[in-house]
């Protein structure tokens, strides 16, 4: 059975389908098979930095309304054999995805890949509350600033309340994704510090992805950065997120800091 993930975040434009696109190629990479599911419902991102747009036929919708069955909406990458999309639908009305509908595609969804990513729509509404109903995890994505992080806050709230697990008693896994992380301006002040945010959220660290152009133009030319330039620091942040995502222990570094968190924490005691 698939482990079922949410990227999720509050706040919108913090990096939630950059991150569903690049773990989940990092995944696949790895020679897991992959799903990454849009549940943006009418803005429809994923496909678009999927480099999947213009082969997309039947959506999420289709095949939770019963229109369309399930392998015929899924969209093996061009790229990469073990993973696929399910995209969303740009036009649809968004009170078409119904909790059953949901629950059915990702039990479906489940039985056929070992991970499923879901890309949460921002903000705090059914379609986000729908995207995170099923999942084993949570990956919480937020950028080192007050309004990111607060956003951030409210949604380990519903997290621990309106999903599967909580009702059932059981805490759902969240894990911290600290996104487009400027060293330059973190040292100036202007941004929140990592260790801040850790203390205000309070859940694991699974990756700090450094701000880099390379995101940009990876999702310029359709394609995952991690499958854009797999050397690039954002790639690397991504490859190292997905590590820790399949369960290894690695230490996080602070992009544009030669030291670890490790490092930087023995040092401050050394000094
Ligand atoms: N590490 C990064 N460095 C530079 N730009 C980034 C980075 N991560 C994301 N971006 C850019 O930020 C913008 C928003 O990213 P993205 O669409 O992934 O956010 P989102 O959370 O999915 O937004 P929404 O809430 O609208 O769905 C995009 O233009 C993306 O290219
Ligand atoms: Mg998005």
Known sequence: MGKVIVVTSGKGGVGKTTSTAALGAALAQRNEKTVV?????????????MGAERRVVYDLINVVQGDAKLPQALIRDKRLET??????????????????GVERVVNDLRRHFDWIICDSPAGIERG????????????????????SVRDSDRIIGLLDSKTEKAERGERIEKHLLLTRY???????????????????????????????MDVLRASNIGAPVTLADSRSAPAMAYFDAARRL????????????KRGLFGKIFGRRAA
Do not use: C, Y
Request: hydrophobic share 45%; aromatic share 2%.
């Open 37 to 49: 599911v849009d549940f943006d419902v009418g803005l429809r991102n994923l496909d678009l930095v």
């Open 83 to 100: 993973l696929f999309l399910l995209p969303a639908s740009q036009t649809r009305d968004k009170d078409a995805l119904t909790t059953e």
């Open 128 to 147: 986000a509350t729908l995207a995170m109903r099923h999942a084993d995890m949570a990956v919480v994505v937020t950028n080192p600033e007050v309004s």
């Open 182 to 212: 400027d060293a330059t301006r973190a040292e100036r002040g202007d941004m929140l510090k990592v260790d801040d945010v850790l203390e205000i959220l309070s859940i694991p660290l699974l990756g700090i992805i450094p701000e880099s």
């Open 246 to 257: 399949a369960g290894e222990t690695l230490p996080v570094t602070i992009p544009g800091e």
